[in-house]
């Protein structure tokens, strides 16, 4: 009899924790003591409240939501401007060596150096054209020469902008089937030679006329990042009198 009554007071004691209405009864069974409600269930959520968890979960994964693309549109656009200053670095490390390497004697007449300036549209679109020793050019039934003519020049893109491209050949060759053109820097806003002399910078250059090369070239070309236009600048000595 005291066994039963210490269970009835602990299962009492369990439901009036858990449930906050309804009339109780006692069950009796072989093993212990069941309980049931009889006039109501134990409180649960109501409507109001469902639909409050919901809105604020909702508004929690928006957050996560524009935050994960604010994140992954920044890195995007990292990775374009690391690919973009790689480009470029490339570029203005080539070109300097090259012009390191030119080469032209008054007594070849296969050697040039030859600068010009031009404008498309209000922005700088220099020429320039030298030979320089660079790897061999091989081409069919000419002799392999490690002379090399190389021409740089700006032309329109179907998208607007401008190409800064890069034309290279045997000084040999009197056919333009043997010219390799590709494309140096995509997308710039001008881009600009200008040649030193030994006492001033000036924008032209040919050498049958000088009678040799100039002794540095400058180039800085003109990159268009937003509403604002950055110049990238190499100077390059010609090493090779």
């Known amino acids: 009899m005291g066994r039963r009554t210490e269970l009835h007071d602990r299962d009492l004691q369990a439901v009036r924790g858990y449930c906050t209405m309804g009339h109780v009864e006692y069950m009796e069974s072989r093993e212990s003591k069941f309980i049931m409600s009889k006039a109501g269930r134990c409180r649960g959520f109501t409507l109001l409240e469902v639909l409050v968890a919901v809105g604020l979960a ?9 935050s994960f693309f604010s994140v992954l549109k920044s890195r995007v656009t990292a990775d374009k401007a690391l690919e973009r200053g790689g480009e470029i670095r490339r570029f203005l490390d080539n070109f300097s060596k090259e012009v390191h390497s030119a080469f032209y004697s008054a007594k070849n007449p296969w050697t040039f150096f030859v600068g010009e300036e031009n404008y498309k549209l209000g922005r700088p679109s220099s020429r320039l054209s030298f030979t320089s020793f660079n790897y061999p050019a091989l081409q069919e039934a000419r002799p392999a020469a490690d002379l090399v003519s190389i021409s740089y020049s700006v032309e329109g893109s179907d998208a607007g902008g401008y190409t800064l491209y890069r034309e290279s050949a045997s000084p040999f060759a ?25 006492k001033e910078w000036v924008k032209a250059w040919d050498a049958s006329l000088e009678g040799r090369p100039p002794e540095a070239v400058k180039a800085i070309l003109r990159i268009r990042e937003g509403a604002g236009v950055s110049e990238f600048t190499a100077i390059a000595r010609v090493k090779i009198r």
């Open 58 to 66: 909702a508004s929690i994964l928006a957050a996560l939501y524009a």
């Open 174 to 198: 009197r056919q333009k089937d043997g010219i390799l053109k590709i494309e140096a820097v995509e997308d710039i806003d001008g881009f600009e030679a200008s040649f030193y002399n030994g």
